[in-house]
């Protein structure tokens, strides 16, 4: 499959299809990340949270050693994780990610989400990368609370602008992930640099048409996460995701991939993404299902036909698998 581009709003461009990072698997991390650059993938979407940075470094330097690609083919992404917001957190918890991924720039790093946690030193090296606690809360077992720190999403996002060039920055590209509208525009109204990509939560049952119709509208790129639905989350033994049906194997999805020759489920459901200009990074710790979820345009020649979306619709519930107003039940207000 070619590799199809989405433009961003500083010039720059990223492919439309990549590789999830989240929960693969840590034995054959640095494979999957050099099989999925075998068959094509260039979008390798990270996290400081994933907790495998120097790994898809390691993979990336063997695939550019092998001569599979090059640098400047791959689109690198990172986010900032939570402990990380404060404006002096910021730089050495970018450059902590480049020395992890033994680059000296990356393509593209998010603000994972909007909410600033008590911060956690970058070269503590007992507990980076960090999850929800600090480690003085770890040594005294006090981890009911997920405590914040102050901290404005626009001076987290200003230390970011700091770094950040579209062709020379030691950050390429900049985002945000997991931001609703209003919050978003409230950034706009005070930024120099314009975010170039908004990643969130779509699947059919919360297909986000106003915050995606409204980034468009602004020239703010969209990436999809959790295109499966609840598949990633049974994982996590979430009881939300177990008790709903799995997109991966809904019957209207099935009777609509039925029409298409050679199409499954997973192909539908990244291809009404990829329909509405969004891009997808679905993950798989699998070789045959990460050909799959590369080649499933080829499918739709024609795309997914007017009936079929309207059908896909029909699914909308508002179910929403990752929510931090559900972490240790703190009622963080992310996306009321
Ligand atoms: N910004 C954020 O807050 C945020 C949150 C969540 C995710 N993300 C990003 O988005 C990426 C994708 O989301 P995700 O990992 O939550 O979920 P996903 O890609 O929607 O689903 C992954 C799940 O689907 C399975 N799977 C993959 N391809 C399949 C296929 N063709 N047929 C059947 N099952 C298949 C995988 O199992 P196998 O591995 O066994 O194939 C895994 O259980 C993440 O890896 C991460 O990079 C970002």
Redesign the pocket.
Known sequence: MPVEYISLNNNNKIPNVG???????PESNVDTIYNAIKIGYRVL???VD?GNTKELGIAVKKAIKDKLVTREELFIVS?LWNNHHAPKNVKPAIEKILKDLDLDYIDLI?I??PLPFKAVDVNDKDHYPPGFFTPNQLQKGQENVIELENVPLHKTWESLEELYDPKNGIIRNLGL??CQGVLIQDLLFGCKIKPQIL???I?PYLPQWRLVEWCHLHDIAVTA?????S?????LESAKAKSCVNL?EHQLIKEIASKYEGA????VLLQWAVQRKICV??????VK?LE??FHFTNKFPNGLSKEDVDKIATLENGTRF?DPWDWNDMKFPTFI
């Open positions: 590789l999830g990072l989240w929960k693969l698997n979407d990270g996290a994933y986010k998010y994972h989400f992930s997991n990643q969130i939560e699947h996460y959790s295109s499966f639905g598949q990633s989350f049974i994982e991966l499954g489920n997973s192909d990074i679905p993950k798989s710790n699998n299902r799959t979820n990752n």
